[in-house]
């Protein structure tokens, strides 16, 4: 196995309706190859989202549970990292997310008030903000919650308000939020000053798309949404003093010629900003775009079949030559080699089985602190 300097630790999320491990910790050599098993997590349900805060040695995680019968809804926890293996042990308390089905979970560390949490409930239509301990990085109770209001087109899926996730800009400006449910994405200005999160802006999508994963360009001025509902990415300009985004393009996820039923799910860019991959649960494949290197429009490359049903995330390694896409459905993680000239993926023969796998997350050893 590699030594602790330069292992690679992945860390997986998973729904918990058919097994009791809901985060599964596998520790590779820079090469995915034979990933060993050192953890499964079990005593949380449905841990779909994970972040990952190396500076801080811990991982968070939703509870994307709803609330029933008197019993809480939504929840975040928090566990320690050890340096060496990567396991985790939970770091307590966990704190109530005040709303249903959270599903997105990001560290803040930016501003001179501490670090905290932010995280979006689905069903609870709402975002909320959670303040982490200087001293050990825990979690607080919620200092926040801002409540969504609207609905759009889509009767069964846009009868309300839902936040499927939550992003800052790269200077932390300001957060974004895509709303599956309204057709909008939402913008806050980040200011712990003032409380936190500030509401600052609206971008509407089109009607019925449903935004729900949404990624900044390392270094260009653009950022990019996938819409879920109308299978599309749209590709925006952004303006980082006023915190606006301008829509410049929207392209399809999907072949022109495919006939069946079709959610789109995660969005990633490749570590260089060179491509962007996004991921079809019924088409059961990624989507692969060249990212124009001036103005960031989107050029379709291709699909690649996940070997697997419905895979709701993906994840990239952090040095941008592989890509693990969770296949929630068949209960398997499938790794790809990515062609950094041109974008495409190959499977590497390796395949991992894990119950319904819904979040792939990477750290290395050595960028603990």
Same mark, same amino acid.
């Given at each position: ?179 599956? !449910?309204? /057709?909008?994405?939402? +913008?806050?200005?980040?200011? $712990?000053?003032? @409380?936190? *999160?500030? &509401?600052? %802006? ?79 649960? !019924?088409? /059961?494949?990624?989507? +692969?775009?060249?990212?124009? $290197?001036?103005? @960031?429009? *989107?050029? &379709?490359? %291709? ?67």
């Amino acid at each position: 196995m590699p030594s602790k300097d330069n292992a690679l630790i992945m860390y997986v999320g998973c729904y918990t309706n058919k097994k009791e491990a809901a985060i599964s910790v596998f520790r590779c050599d820079p090469s995915l190859d034979k990933p060993e098993l050192v953890q499964q997590v079990t005593g949380i349900r449905n841990a779909s989202f994970l972040a990952v805060d190396a500076e801080g040695g811990k991982l968070y995680a939703v509870s994307e549970v709803h609330e029933t019968d008197g019993q809480p809804g939504g929840a975040v926890a928090c566990y320690r990292i050890d340096p060496e293996s990567g396991k985790l042990t939970e770091h307590g308390p966990r704190q109530l997310t005040h709303g249903n089905d959270p599903c997105y979970v990001i560290v803040n560390r930016h501003g001179a008030h501490g670090a905290c949490l932010l995280v979006a409930n689905y069903s609870g239509g709402s975002v909320a903000r959670f303040p982490l301990r200087n001293e050990d990085g825990g979690l607080e109770p919620a200092s926040q919650i801002i409540a969504h209001k609207g609905a759009s087109l889509a009767t069964d899926r846009q009868e309300a308000p839902h936040p499927h996730s939550i992003v800052l800009d790269p200077s932390g400006s300001y957060a974004v939020v895509p709303d599956l !449910g309204r /057709d909008k994405l939402v +913008v806050y200005l980040n200011a $712990p000053e003032q @409380g936190g *999160l500030v &509401p600052h %802006g609206e971008t509407e999508t089109d009607a019925g798309a449903g935004p729900r994963h949404f990624v900044f360009h390392p270094d260009q001025p653009r950022a990019y949404v996938i819409n879920e509902l109308n299978g599309t990415i749209t590709a925006y300009d952004y303006d980082a003093g006023q915190g606006s985004l301008s829509p410049v393009q929207t392209v399809p996820v999907l072949p022109a010629d495919f006939q069946g039923s079709n959610t789109c799910a995660d969005l990633h860019l490749s570590p260089d900003g060179k491509f962007l991959y996004g991921s079809n649960r !019924g088409h /059961d494949s990624i989507a +692969v775009f060249a990212v124009e $290197p001036t103005y @960031g429009r *989107l050029t &379709p490359i %291709g699909h690649v079949p996940t070997r697997g049903r419905t895979p709701r995330n993906f994840g990239i390694t952090p040095d941008g030559n592989f890509l693990v896409a969770a296949n929630q459905e068949s209960d398997n993680l499938v790794t790809f080699r990515i062609d950094r000239t041109n974008g495409m993926l190959e499977w590497t023969g390796q395949e991992i089985a894990v119950s319904e796998p819904v979040c792939v997350a990477f750290m290395t050893t050595n960028s603990l602190k």
